[in-house]
Antibody
Framework: EVQLVQSGAEVKKPGESLKISCKGS????????IGWVRQMPGKGLEWMGI????????RYSPSFQGQVTISADTSISTAYLQWSSLKASDTAMYYC??????????WGQGTLVTVSS | QSALTQPASVSGSPGQSITISCTGT?????????VSWFQQHPGKAPRLIIC???SRPSGVSTRFSGSKSGNTASLTISGLQAEDEADYYC??????????FGTGTKVTVL
């Protein structure tokens, strides 16, 4: 059974760094793309970036370029989304998803990130 | 990087059919067959209901159907049921190499 299991909720202060994870199981992690999606409270879905974990070649949506870093460790079938300096506006639910030929069938359960002083 | 345009809300009575439009450009919907639709219930992760413009993943009800004409994609829900009340998002691959979601549509079953 294909599963994407994300790390737990985080509460951080502005300016702090953060790395959240997405662990894949039940499939060859290197053979499928990974994407990260943001959903701010009460708002819609936004792609942050997508790419190939086998070569760490990730593309970012313009709004997120330079704001976050996506990475992956195929040896432990895990993708990451990280911030070097969080802002209050980063408060959101973050989802990872598995992609194949433009189809995003499997999704993680989401990680809620709250940034507040 | 603007989102695809969807109506904010659509409603219908049980048993009726409704259609949600998703308007993009020649750089996304008009350019790609990687057009998909997601259903999202409150507090839940998105669920893929249509991929590749009109294909249904295994387990998705045949009441959901998708189509595309030019720069506009559409999702039709036939035989509307109470459980269909949710937010719906279209999604398309964009020629810049990233995907883009629609603005989202809240479906209300009257």
């Amino acid at each position: 059974e294909v599963q994407l299991v994300q790390s737990g909720a985080e509460v951080k202060k502005p300016g702090e760094s953060l790395k959240i994870s997405c662990k894949g199981s039940g499939y060859d992690f290197s053979s499928y793309w990974i994407g990260w999606v943001r959903q701010m409270p009460g708002k819609g879905l936004e792609w942050m970036g997508i790419g190939d974990p086998s070569n760490s070649n990730f593309r970012y949506s313009p709004s997120f370029q330079g704001q976050v870093t996506i990475s992956a460790d195929t040896s432990i079938s895990t993708a990451y989304l990280q911030w070097s300096s969080l802002k209050a506006s980063d408060t959101a639910m973050y989802y990872c998803a598995r992609g194949a030929a433009g189809t995003w069938l499997y999704w993680g359960q989401g990680t809620l990130v709250t940034v507040s002083s | 990087q603007s989102a695809l345009t969807q109506p904010a809300s659509v409603s219908g009575s049980p048993g009726q059919s409704i259609t949600i439009s998703c308007t993009g450009t020649s750089s996304d919907i008009g350019h790609s067959n990687y057009v998909s639709w997601f259903q999202q219930h409150p507090g839940k992760a998105p669920r893929l209901i249509i991929c590749d413009v009109s294909s249904r993943p295994s387990g998705v009800s045949t009441r959901f159907s998708g189509s595309k004409s030019g720069n506009t994609a559409s999702l039709t829900i036939s035989g509307l049921q109470a459980e269909d009340e949710a937010d719906y998002y279209c999604n398309s691959y964009r020629s810049s190499g990233i995907h883009v979601f629609g603005t989202g549509t809240k479906v209300t079953v009257l």
